[in-house]
């Protein structure tokens, strides 16, 4: 019998398989239009910059006057103050902590959406739960429009939004559980390329657009687009059929993706069955063994860091250089640019060795931030702005590389549910990213302390994680306990020679390990 890991290998091992490509990107455009909705109200009506002055509200009601109101009234510079959205909205004034709050919807929604999302995923399959969160996800943007007049209601809508964003925040296991070992970092950086990308548009949609209602159906396009691709011509996950002892079903999954990439594929060929204890469930990740408890709660503390540090500065984009747009173009810019560096950087330290890196710059950049340096280096910037957005710059990368590593750990039984309770937890750093800037008003150096410390708590705890490049997903619990403790050899990578790629077994050492 053969396993399952080496027959997905043999059937993607040309150098650009048709279908790992077609995945990746198909998977990853479905977040032009999810990477758009958390900053939705930053580009509407929710920071400071977009609301009118105080003495221009109704102090009865608490409303901003709708009629009569002029470029001087806004917080916003002109070109920004006068925009048409604006007035179509009963907008709160004075009340900053209500804003945070609708902001914050979102991720609370989120947090619910990929727990159950989560659960979903394991026990019906990751094509459904996809499917359906794409399918909400596009109803639900489309819901904001309705609250036109009605600033509570858009509220609702975008908690809603966020909750059928948990759905689609688990595709990174479906495309990865679709990826073979070659192709997995290349796809984890797509994947959050599109989602930086998804930021831009909806940012530029509302710049250029002046319907709003206009804006939530363009928004949903690429969801529903790439969502009819996702139902019609992209398999289940094998990994997941086999798991759940469907052997015709990964049979003719492998024969799909085989033709796909125009491979020969014996289908008689018996695929080696995984003996999956019935009680795997994510409780069990805390159960099962010490080691598999220590590693949870490791990826539990380095989510909510990750989440907490990029968010946090995300939502204070309006602080650079005052225009929101030109502050989006920028930080887009910086994530589009860090996607080659992530790349090439899991490559050649591999996964740990790069997350701890990333924590040394975390918190070195956390320290240049509580240095007293005022003075401007070029107009807007001065030296702790300038470490604060490297910062952002390295929390980025880190948390591409979380979900690349997490996913690579976590067993198959479990993967879906065990990575929503990570982001589900990592919400929690993003649902108090908005209140940051509360919080710098009693001290300015409370974000970066916390930045500081928990870097520094995760570089630690690293020491006792299992390095995972070149390595088949573990499918049990048993087996993530193998890999944790160092029992787990790299069962399937490839080396690449001057003229074939060629499948190593468990038997060959560990030096000849390509990176890959």
């Excluded at 002055?53 to 002029?70: A, F, I, M, S």
């Excluded at 975390?362 to 470490?387: D, R, T, V, Y």
């Excluded at 299992?466 to 499918?475: A, L, N, V, Y």
């Excluded at 050899?489 to 490839?494: A, M, Y």
Aim: proline share 3%; aromatic share 14%.
């Amino acid at each position: 019998m053969a396993k399952l890991g080496e027959v997905f290998e043999k059937i993607n091992k040309q150098s650009h398989p048709p279908f790992q490509y077609f995945v990746i990107f198909v998977l990853s455009l479905t977040l032009l239009s999810n990477g758009g909705v958390p900053l939705f109200l930053t580009f509407l009506t929710s920071t400071k910059g977009w609301q009118c002055r105080t003495d221009k509200c109704d102090p009865n009601q608490d409303l901003c006057k709708q009629v009569n109101l002029t470029d001087q009234d806004w917080y916003s510079p002109a070109s920004i103050a006068t925009d048409k959205f604006l007035k179509s909205y009963k907008v709160y004034c004075g009340y900053e902590g209500y804003f945070s709050i609708i902001s914050s919807s979102f991720f609370v929604g989120f947090m619910i959406g990929i727990l159950i999302g989560g659960k979903v995923m394991d026990w019906y399959g990751r094509h459904k739960c996809i499917w359906m969160g794409l399918m909400g996800f596009s109803f639900t943007v489309v819901l904001h429009a309705g609250s036109k007049t009605d600033f509570r209601v858009f509220g609702v809508a975008h908690a809603l939004t966020g909750l059928m964003s948990g759905f689609i925040g688990a595709i990174f296991i479906y495309q990865s559980e679709l990826t073979s070992i070659k192709f997995r970092n290349f796809g984890c950086q797509i994947h959050n390329e599109m989602y930086s990308v998804g930021m831009l548009y909806g940012a530029m949609l509302s710049y250029f657009i002046e319907d709003f209602a206009a804006i939530c159906i363009i928004l949903t396009i690429p969801a529903l687009l790439f969502g009819m691709i996702i139902a019609v011509w992209i398999p289940e996950s094998p990994f997941w059929l086999q798991v759940n002892n469907r052997e015709a079903e990964t049979k003719n999954v492998l024969s799909y993706i085989s033709k796909f990439n125009h491979i020969k594929y014996l289908k008689e060929e018996r695929i080696d069955p995984i003996e999956r204890c019935t009680s795997d469930s994510v409780t069990s990740l805390f159960t099962f063994s010490s080691s598999t408890r220590r590693t949870t709660i490791i990826f539990l503390f380095s989510w909510l860091t990750a989440s907490f540090c990029y968010w946090g500065l995300s939502f204070n984009v309006g602080d650079l250089i005052g225009n929101l747009y030109i502050n989006q173009i920028i930080i887009c810019t910086i994530d589009l640019i860090n996607r080659p560096i992530n790349f090439y950087g899991v490559r050649l330290l591999r996964r740990v060795s790069f997350l701890r890196a990333c924590n040394v710059g975390m918190a070195i950049s956390a320290i240049i931030c509580m240095l007293p340096f005022k003075e401007e280096i070029f107009p807007g910037f001065n030296i702790p702005k300038i470490s604060a957005l490297v910062g952002r710059m390295i929390a980025d990368l880190y948390f591409a590389t979380i979900y690349l590593y997490t996913s690579e750990v976590l067993p198959t039984s479990v993967r879906g549910s065990g990575l929503a309770i990570c982001s589900s937890t990592a919400r929690l750093g993003s649902i108090i990213a908005p209140f940051v800037i509360l919080a710098n008003k009693i001290s300015p150096n409370i974000n970066f302390t916390a930045i500081l410390v928990s870097s520094v708590i995760c570089f630690i705890c690293y020491k006792w994680m299992p390095e995972t490049q070149g390595k088949i997903f573990p499918g049990t619990l048993a087996k993530l306990q193998d890999l944790v403790e160092g029992k787990t050899r790299s069962d399937i990578v490839e080396m690449k020679t001057a003229d074939r790629t060629r499948l190593l077994d468990s038997s060959d050492s560990e030096d000849e390990i390509s990176r890959v």
